[in-house]
């Protein structure tokens, strides 16, 4: 499935649906690419909570571009992330976003398992 939003008016309201839509035991590839959204923290708690329950789940693109997604929304996304055992790649970008340095560094380190 792949799903980019440019320079959309998209709010964490819409984020929460858009993310609880991705949800599906089969999703087995993902590339999410939001740019210049209005998707914050609560959109991340809820990618995190979806992508958690998609068990298939082989590939992840993400890519969060020029939005105030901060460091709790980025932890959350990469916990779902580090907890399915069926991934084999992931892509996940935070650019122009609240992320900080200290916070990908951590979120690195979580994704960083044995595979």
Known sequence: AQLVLYNAKLTDVGGRALTAGIVSPSLQDLDLRLHQTDVSD??????????????????????????????????????????????REISLFFMGSQVSGECLRAVDQMLRRPW
């Open 42 to 87: 609560a959109t991340g708690f809820a990618l995190g909570a979806s992508l958690i329950r998609c068990v298939k789940l082989v590939k992840v693109f993400l890519t969060f571009a020029v939005c105030p997604m901060g460091d709790e929304g980025a932890v959350a996304i990469a916990s779902s992330l580090a907890e399915n055992p069926s991934l």
